[in-house]
């Protein structure tokens, strides 16, 4: 029997991928399912964007690009950073990966090792537990609390730390819960972590741009005392309907982007430079599709919130970021993943169980309302009509 290494028994899933892919199973066997379970808008790619790759393609771009990005892409990286956050970012400091998750796991693959401890927030995107665990650091969950309003605590986070503490990963706006953590929170906590100069941060932004209700997102790019072991995450597969571009951007610190350009070489040599190019015209191009989508996304929040608590047994906080509801689910009587398979199997309806994103999760599930108004209502009578019919 062939031996891999520990840390492949350790490796978690990102689950809602399995939920498409019964959802996806049981559409093709004739079954109605409204998918509000993958994190994914329903809006095609802006058409200016995807002209923008077919002219590259057109236009001979098929070879090999440096491997942390086309130069003119890192550029407008670096302005469109300056414009939206008045942040100053050098295009020597910007690395273009293959979709989000990649500076996830080169950041957690740098500081990862076993005797270490990272922090996340959980309930929370799955992958960085998982990452965790591969390398054989001890996670360490940063508790996202609904009476909180599913912000994190700067002094609940700053009380976590060990001198063993080499990274914490934050995430506002936050998946799975919508939570906006206030700028009062992060001024604390990087006044917190001043003292500990030895530990680094991974700042996971990739909604950034996706706020309501005049909710001012605070990126960690704006704090100097913190500038120089700061890693921010951030890329297109949210903001211009981009997930399956797989484009995302890193910034690194002056310490830090010499090994992440090596594991950039070593892993994935570049972006492929279509996709750049694409990258190029979303940032340069035009924002009206963004802004569209983002009313359309404020609409439907509202309508999700509003047929939430209206179900028997269910609760739900206004998510003042990203696309999801995070319901409290505790009064119907269901456990948290049960209640998503039954809704599936019984109801049609995709959601994700609270469970998949951290211990913290009981209780709670999650449903994307990147999915269009209509089947958002049609999901919410059917969720409606199984609970009244089935109370456990």
Known sequence: MLKTIEGFNRIGEENAFA??????????????IINLGIGQPDFRTPEHIVEAAVKALRDGHHGYTPATGILPLREAVAKDLHRRL?????PDNVVIV???KVTMFMAILMFGAPGVDILYPDPGFPIYRSMIEFTGARPVPVPIREENGFAFSAEETLSLLTPETRLVILNSPANPTGGVTPRAEI????EGLEARPDIAILSDEIYGQMTYDGAPHCSLLEFEAVRDRLILLDGWSKT???TGWRMGYAVWPDQLIDKARKLAVNAWSCVNAPAQYAGLAALEGPQDAVAEMMRE?????????EGLNALPGVSARTPMGAFYAFPNIKETGWKAKPLASALLEKAGVAVIGGPDFGI???????LSYANSAENISRALTRMRDFLDENAA
């Open 19 to 32: 939920v498409l892919a019964r959802a996806t199973q049981l559409a093709a066997e004739g079954r109605d």
């Open 98 to 100: 293959p979709g989000g």
């Open 187 to 190: 001024e604390a906590l990087v």
């Open 297 to 305: 996304f404020d609409i439907r929040r509202k309508l999700v919130v």
């Open 86 to 90: 008045s942040a100053e970012v050098s």
């Open 240 to 242: 211009y309907a981009m």
């Open 360 to 366: 913290l999760g009981e209780g709670y599930i999650r």
